[in-house]
């Protein structure tokens, strides 16, 4: 049985981040503007433990989101440790995780790290093309990814990757490049988010001049369902797709493919791709279909508002579609016409 896991996120938005890029607004991302202080630090912990229920959770960790945390003063990173350190002891938090930028990491800053128990680390690569990159406003190098990479798995931290979709100069060919160069790295998960353009940001400023043109929402639904399905073949979660539902965020979004269920959405489009193909097999189609699917995926079998069920018909030209569930598959099977 998968574990449990609670986050307590902390957030440090833009701290020691040496860049500005073109999408970033940390404060409307996050929905927190004040520096991490002792008292918000521990106040954030201790409210999200007191709002879970014994036993709930196999798996407790502190995270620190939105900053590039190895790239702070040693005396600021011990700061913050430190501060989690009580629940650590107590057994009320059982480790750390945080993000941070490829450029600093270093052996001495890893071995800082693992002294306060921090067991994860994510990355935010967000692209491995240069170019895409250089147009961001972020640094960044395919042979600095890997010398990150393999300097966090030297020192055994369970691994996360950060991508963008969407970014200026970023193509269907550029950004599922970037994700077959992740899978090369090896990570233990991945998270996806689209690019959004955000008030008062520069890749505001690039859209109002007309310099930028944001995905839209079935073009990031295609190129994310291809690299959700290259990430399953590989053994690669995908622990995030898509922006959470901050109202900061929500309501500061000038343009680009927000919805508040992007992975949903492309989890659909997946399925639908499953059905469509069993159905091509046949030379001649059935008047009706049925098919056995995995009874927790019976929603996006069926798709948003049933759009997949009234696309396979029209398609086919189906008299009738139904879906079984079935408690003990766990993949789509054809059940008869």
Not at 29 to 54: C, F, H, W
Not at 59 to 64: D, H, K, P
Not at 102 to 128: A, C, H, M, W, Y
């Amino acid at each position: 049985m998968p574990s449990k896991r609670l986050i307590v996120p902390i957030f440090i938005p833009h701290e020691a981040c040496p860049y500005r890029c073109v999408y970033c607004d940390q404060n409307n991302i996050a929905g927190i503007r004040e520096r991490a202080d002792k008292e918000r630090v521990e106040q954030t912990i201790q409210a999200y433990l007191n709002s879970m229920k014994p036993g709930s959770f196999t798996i407790q960790e502190a995270a620190f989101y939105g900053g590039t945390f190895t790239g702070m003063a040693e005396s600021r990173q011990r700061f913050l440790l430190s501060l989690v350190q009580p629940w650590i002891k107590s057994g009320d938090i059982h480790s750390i995780r945080l993000s941070t930028h490829p450029d600093f990491i270093n052996r001495e800053g890893l071995d800082l790290l693992e002294e306060f128990s921090v067991k994860t680390i994510e990355l935010g690569i967000q692209s491995t093309d240069e170019t895409v990159l250089k147009r961001s406003g972020r640094d960044g190098s395919l042979s600095g990814f890997r010398r990150a990479v393999s300097l966090i798995r030297e020192k055994g931290f369970h691994l996360g990757l950060q991508l963008m979709a969407g970014l200026p100069g970023d193509t269907a060919e550029t950004f599922l490049r970037s994700v077959e160069d992740t899978i090369g790295f090896a990570p233990d998960f991945v998270r996806i988010y689209p690019t959004l353009v955000i008030k008062d940001t520069a890749l505001h400023t690039m859209y109002k001049e007309g310099r930028y043109k944001p995905w839209e929402l079935e073009e990031t639904i295609q190129n994310c369902k291809q690299a959700l399905v290259r990430f399953k073949a590989s053994g690669i979660s995908v622990i995030r797709l898509g922006l959470p539902s901050e109202p900061l965020l929500v309501e500061n979004i000038v343009a680009g493919p927000y919805h508040p269920a992007l992975k949903y959405l492309v989890e659909c489009r997946i399925c639908l791709d499953k059905m469509a193909g069993l159905l091509s097999r046949f030379s001649t189609i059935p008047l009706r279909a049925v098919f056995d699917v995995p009874s927790r995926e019976i929603s996006i079998y069926t798709g948003h508002k049933k759009e997949n069920i009234n696309q396979l018909r029209r398609r086919f030209d189906l008299k009738e579609l139904r879906l079984n569930p079935r408690d003990h598959l766990s993949d789509i099977q054809w059940a008869g016409a």
